[in-house]
Structures are given as C-alpha cells and as structure tokens.
C-alpha cells in the first residue's frame, strides 16, 4: 500500500528529475541558439526552433527513460505525437515570449531564451503529467473527479463515435 508521505516523496523527485533532465535539454538548446545565431548568422528565432527541437528529442528521451514511471499511453507513436504537440504548444509560447522579451524590450536573446525556457519548463510539465505520465485511476462513486479522469486517453479516442463515414463501413 502506497501512503502519501510515499507519494510525496516519489512527486518530489520526479520534478527533480525533470528539472535536471530539463536543464540538460535547455543547455543543448541554447548551444544550437548561439552557435545557429553568432556563428552562422541565422535569425534569433530560426535558432530558437531549431534549438527546441533538440529539446523534443532530449527531453522525451528523459521522459521516457528516466523521468517518469508512470504511463498512460500504450502506442509509444500515440505518446510521442501527443508529447511533441505539447512541446510544440509550449515552443510557441516560448517564441512569442523571446519575441516579446528581445524585440519588444530589448534584451538579449540569450537573456530572453532563459527566462522563456524556464517559462516552457513549468508550460511543458503540468500537461505532459496529467495526459501522458500519471497512472490510471479507477474512481469509488462519489470521489471528486480529476481531469485525467473525464479526458479519454489515447486508445479511447480511437473507440469515440465519429461524424465520419468511411467506405468499408456504408455497407454495415
């Protein structure tokens, strides 16, 4: 049986792991911004995405083997396109951010990639959490629901009726 205090302690270094895998991610991030916009000339921007796609790779990498114990998603295709589509979400919000911090308030581009990098970190957790990492739960009548438990996962999804109708199915 697992108490909270267990529970507690297993979120605790989740996060740390996550903020270390984070770092690790942000470090090669910031590599390919520097050496993409000093060295080759290439717009501040341009950098950032190509900088966060290396934080895609790296950081599901981490996710999947070192982060996280828990797993909602089979199809480890299903899981990887759904954590790409949030850190591609958390990617647009770090670029309107370095946008907004470089153009708009004249920092540096490495100063506003740290600040929006560390944004993205906390942008990226909380769904990549509740939609791909956390264990199923089975709900007793009359127990408070969460959002993990009215969202259909993946494998749902693919069972929901659909306004659709293809071909091998008008003869049915």
């Known amino acids: 049986m697992t108490t909270t205090k267990t529970k507690t302690k297993k979120e605790i270094a989740t996060l740390w792991r996550y903020g270390l895998g984070s770092t690790i991610s942000y470090l090669i991030n910031v590599a390919i911004i520097i050496v993409m916009t000093d060295l080759l000339g290439v717009h501040y ?9 290396s934080i895609v790779i790296t950081s599901y990498i981490f996710s999947v083997t070192w982060i996280f114990t828990e797993r909602k998603v089979a199809s480890r295709k299903k899981e990887f396109v759904a954590f790409t589509l949030i850190t591609v979400f958390a990617m647009g919000m770090n670029l309107v951010s370095m946008w907004f911090f470089t153009d708009v308030l004249a920092w540096h ?6 600040v929006t990098n560390f944004l993205a970190t906390i942008w990226g957790y909380v769904p990549k959490k509740i939609f791909l990492f ?8 009359g127990e408070e629901l969460e959002i993990e438990d009215v969202m259909p996962s993946f494998d ?3 069972e929901l009726p659909t306004p659709f109708i293809y071909e091998d199915e008008i003869d049915k």
């Open 134 to 141: 956390s264990e199923k739960k089975n709900k007793q009548q």
């Open 45 to 53: 921007l341009l950098s950032s995405i190509a900088g966060y796609a």
């Open 109 to 114: 581009y490495v100063v506003s990639n740290v």
């Open 156 to 158: 749902e999804v693919d």
